[in-house]
């Protein structure tokens, strides 16, 4: 992943979660891990690499996340979306 992206973690009225990159990733999203203990969230590629986010999840992010089971995922260049899918998400609760 590179390292100059700006990835934000968005909660809509629906509370439905999405990461929105402005940069596309090198490889597809194959899924997210959410580390319930450290409060972050690692992203999951399909060339099986991953990349732990380096900005801890906030306390009201953390209660909503706790119960998903999918995570939008998508890319927005320039105000244009580029990419846009769905994917798991992981709890690690140990």
């Known amino acids: 992943m590179q390292q100059n992206m700006n990835i934000d973690l968005l909660i809509n009225d629906d509370e439905e979660a999405g990461l929105v990159s402005d940069t596309p990733f090198e ?15 690692s992203l999951e590629f399909a060339n099986m690499e991953s990349k732990t986010l380096n900005v801890p999840v906030d306390l009201e992010f ?17 105000r244009i979306v580029t990419e846009t899918y769905i994917v798991p998400i992981a709890h690690v609760k140990a």
């Open 62 to 78: 953390q209660e909503l996340l706790q119960d998903l089971d999918r995570l939008y995922i998508g890319v927005l260049e320039d």
């Open 27 to 41: 490889a597809a999203v194959s899924g997210v891990i959410f580390d319930h203990n450290e409060n972050i969230i």
